[in-house]
T-cell receptor, first 108, second 114 residues
């Protein structure tokens, strides 16, 4: 069965500090991995997807198949990064599974 | 463009009453998703449509939940009768279609069952 685990419900970092939001998954096939973000009073939106291999708003995420992880990283956190972050997986049947989310707070 | 539109935004009902949610996806998006998000959890897929066909409804509690997308555009999700445990945010999302396409989410409908 597919599963996405985000071990941290809450994460606080100081402005300018590096941030890493953890995501682990379980899936025997080749997954598509995504990070979605929800800013305060806004709707859920795509931040980035591993297949694009791009950096969005300074965030990057690398798919590590050996460790079944897709951690989200940013070298210097900004106050506007404070939001709820969800890791998601899509399987070969195009079914989507979301993690429980990590609430990131960047302290000024 | 307005994006994915959902209505109502909020709904309060008593248990055993019926309730319906409406979703209008982004124009041209063939795939439509309904999710349920319980407090403190991530979205959980209920049903996915490709045009008017429900291609994945394995997580839809079929004894009380139903959905339709008759013309392959807007969609309605219904609960009858509602139970206390159905209190949640119901999200609609749409995508162009194809494998693992980016989903665009609506604002959600927050349901409270008393």
């Amino acid at each position: 069965a597919q599963r996405v685990t985000q071990p941290e419900k809450l994460l606080s970092v100081f402005k300018g500090a590096p941030v890493e939001l953890k995501c682990n998954y379980s899936y025997s096939g080749s997954p598509e991995l995504f990070w979605y973000v929800q800013y305060s009073r806004q709707r859920l939106q795509l931040l980035l997807r591993h297949i694009s291999r791009e950096s969005i708003k300074g965030f990057t995420a690398d798919l590590n198949k050996g460790e079944t992880s897709f951690h989200l990283k940013k070298p210097f956190a900004q106050e506007e990064d404070s939001a709820m972050y969800y890791c998601a997986l899509s399987n070969t049947g195009n079914q989507f599974y979301f993690g429980t989310g990590t609430s990131l707070t960047v302290i000024p | 463009e307005a994006g994915v539109v959902q209505s109502p935004r909020y709904k309060i009902i008593e248990k055993k009453q019926p309730v319906a949610f409406w979703c209008n996806p982004i124009s041209g998006h063939n795939t439509l998703y309904w999710y349920r998000q319980n407090l403190g959890q991530g979205p959980e897929l209920l049903i996915r449509y490709e045009n008017e066909e429900a291609v994945d409804d394995s997580q839809l509690p079929k004894d009380r939940f139903s959905a339709e997308r008759l013309k392959g555009v807007d969609s309605t999700l219904k609960i009858q009768p509602a139970e206390l445990g159905d209190s949640a945010v119901y999200l609609c999302a749409s995508s162009l279609g194809g494998d693992a396409e980016t989903q665009y989410f609506g604002p959600g409908t927050r349901l409270l069952v008393l």
